[in-house]
């Protein structure tokens, strides 16, 4: 947009006229009134210049040799380009009322009849460019505020620090059409700087960012930074907000340039608001999601029993995108020479399922700890969630009575994914079902299996095979075909949760046992 359109002042006037005289004295007049004049005597002359250049008027002869200015008139209003500029005709014959109708009506902005007082003339010209710089300047708002728009939900949309500084810096770069670069502090103390936008403004290499915005920026608010203030850019603006006292502060810099008024700094204002008021969200869900993931560990072993005939390693993953704590777990008890192992899923993720998840754990161990079976557990504990949570207690478990002397494993399934077996012969699922936990049906005794030297056994809840829109026998599959019964158990696990556990909605509990020989 021509900058002379956004205000007051010398504006750029085509004058088309085929009589040297008539535009002789057109283009002396808008010349001593400060403006800028571009002749041209012919119709196909105008619309080559307005092609090639930007004008703020158009000061057009009716009757021209090639073309109607009626006709041109028309050309002119009907490009999108061009279609703002005011057009004032300019008829060197007396003219009947009809003719003037006509050329309002094919969009000229007014029509003066010469011979025509310089003074009418130049009146006419400021009235027409200032309905066109208002317009323009309407316009040129509107745009902005609607690139402000679409930056703020780039910017609300933003899931991550890094997503959130790239936002901020592609939408302050596209509303106020500069390079822009955006500054912010992650939890974990680290600077993300991202900086869009063409231009060859400097970047920040070795200044200290974060203490620059936290000495910039006084308390709560938003604060704007004229040029000078910024230490790798000293032409640049800058707008530093915070939303709490503690918080670290975000920033957005771009070059004064592009900081013209009022309207550009309230524009910047708002952008970085919103950009602070996002981190502050972004903030408040790592702390929710760390306090989460907190309480979910204390609520599982501490460490798992050292056996140095049956080595076992555990995991456990919190979904990648909810704050709140799951229901899953594992357990290992010893039971004098036998142990017994347990993993399960308590569905839902709210305190409440963290709850039921805990007392599932600790009513297990009791159980356990009297001397009663897998398949008595599971009965007493399907009892004891029927009473006393009916609704939200729903849950799968799978237990494994391990007994080393006999080389034998017990095996209760409520429900849940059952253990993968892994040895020389491959890996198979072991085929030991029954019903959830919580709904009071029958379910069937143990099924008591050889447990060789050379087994390895794999646990683990249905966070790791199941994905939406995939049937969960193909997540299970694709589990079966990746597992090794000769890869260290510690690699094992971090290979599996790397290649079948990432972005993963659901909490993953993983348990791997191996017999040694």
């Not at 560990?297 to 460490?303: D, E, G, I, T």
């Not at 478990?397 to 494993?409: F, H, I, K, P, R």
Request: glycine fraction near 8%; hydrophobic fraction near 45%; include cysteine.
């Amino acid at each position: 947009m021509n900058p002379t359109a956004m205000g007051g002042g010398p504006a750029r006037v085509l004058v088309v006229d085929d009589l040297e005289a008539s535009r002789f004295i057109a283009c002396s007049w808008l010349r001593r009134s400060g403006h800028t004049v571009v002749e041209a005597t012919t119709a196909a002359e105008a619309l080559t210049a307005l092609e090639a250049d930007s004008f703020d008027l158009v000061l057009l002869d009716v009757h021209l040799p090639d073309m109607s200015g009626y006709d041109v008139t028309e050309r002119i209003k009907a490009d999108p380009r061009t279609r703002s500029i005011p057009v004032v005709m300019l008829s060197a014959t007396y003219i009947e009322p009809e003719d003037k109708v006509l050329g309002l009506t094919r969009g000229a902005d007014a029509y003066l009849t010469e011979p025509v007082d310089p003074g009418e003339l130049l009146a006419n010209v400021e009235a027409a460019l200032r309905y066109h710089r208002a317009r323009a300047l309407a316009e040129h708002l509107a745009a902005r505020l609607t690139r402000l728009t679409t930056a703020t939900f780039a910017v609300n949309a933003a899931t991550t620090f890094e997503t959130l500084a790239e936002a901020a810096a592609i939408g302050a770069a596209d509303v106020l059409d500069t390079e822009a670069t955006a500054v912010l502090t992650a939890p974990s103390g680290a600077v993300c700087v991202v900086t869009a936008g063409s231009g060859t403004g400097a970047r920040p290499q070795n200044a200290d960012v974060e203490q620059w915005m936290v000495a910039l920026s006084p308390g709560v608010g938003v604060t704007v930074v004229e040029a000078g203030a910024v230490p790798w850019h000293p032409l640049a603006v800058a707008v530093v907000a915070r939303t709490k006292p503690r918080r670290p502060p975000i920033g957005i810099v771009v070059g004064s340039r592009a900081v013209t008024g009022d309207d550009d700094r309230n524009l910047l204002r708002q952008l970085a608001q919103a950009t602070a008021l996002a981190a502050e969200g972004l903030h408040t869900f790592a702390e929710e999601h760390s306090l989460a993931l907190t309480l979910q560990r204390s609520l599982l072993p501490r460490a798992l029993p050292h056996r140095p005939e049956l080595p076992m390693t555990a995991r456990y993953v919190p979904a990648s995108s909810n704050a709140e704590i799951g229901g899953d777990f594992y357990d290992v008890i010893e039971l004098g020479g036998n142990l017994l192992i347990a993993i399960g899923d308590v569905c839902g993720h709210s305190i409440e399922a963290a709850t039921v998840m805990g007392e599932v754990r600790h009513t297990l161990r009791a159980y356990a700890v009297e001397g009663h079976r897998p398949a008595e557990i599971l009965r007493l504990v399907d009892a004891l969630l029927e009473r006393f949570h009916p609704i939200g207690g729903l849950t799968t478990m799978c237990l494994l009575e391990v007994d080393l002397e006999a080389g034998t494993m017990a095996v209760a399934n409520a429900g849940h994914v059952p253990p993968l077996i892994v040895d020389d012969q491959g890996a198979r699922y072991v085929d030991v079902r029954g019903p959830l936990l919580g709904i009071g049906l029958e379910r069937p005794e143990a099924t008591v299996l050889p447990l060789p030297p050379a087994t390895t056994v794999l646990l683990t809840t249905d966070g790791l095979v199941e994905r939406p829109g995939i049937d969960l026998d193909e997540g299970m599959e694709k589990l079966r075909a990746t597992v090794s019964d000769t890869e260290d158990m510690d690699d094992l696990a971090d290979r599996l949760l790397a290649e079948l556990g990432q972005g993963k909605r659901d909490d993953i509990a993983l348990l791997l046992l191996r017999r040694l020989g």
